[in-house]
């Protein structure tokens, strides 16, 4: 007889409406542009810092902490080798792949 109780059978239904809310809440906050979009741009960051790092360490560069006292014109190693190639490269492979992005998509909606 519990189970026709009509205040345990609104309890339930007022739970279950709960619980559902809450599941259509939780995936639309997942699938908003805006949340996909963050969740994007935090993944290309720690992808390129650790691109960035391991190009560091395959050209055997290592940080180097600065101090508050430090001169700034003596930061910089002279022997140490240039970043500047690398850094190009890193940069230009970063434009193309963005181009081919923007190209494919814009193809994509053509269709």
């Not at 709960?18 to 935090?42: C, M, Y």
């Amino acid at each position: 007889m519990a189970d026709t109780d009509p205040d345990e059978l609104e309890r339930r239904i007022a739970q279950t409406r709960s619980e559902l809310a809450h599941t259509v809440d939780a995936i639309a906050d997942r699938v908003s542009p805006k949340r996909v979009a963050e969740r994007t741009v935090a993944d290309v960051k720690t992808k390129a810092s650790n691109f960035v790092g391991s190009v560091g360490d395959a050209l055997g560069l290592t940080p180097r902490p600065v101090e508050v006292g430090d001169d700034p014109d003596d930061l910089w190693d002279d022997d140490a080798p240039s970043l500047a190639p690398a850094l190009i490269g890193v940069g230009a492979a970063l434009v193309v792949g963005a181009a081919i992005l923007l190209w494919r998509r814009r193809r994509r909606r053509r269709r």
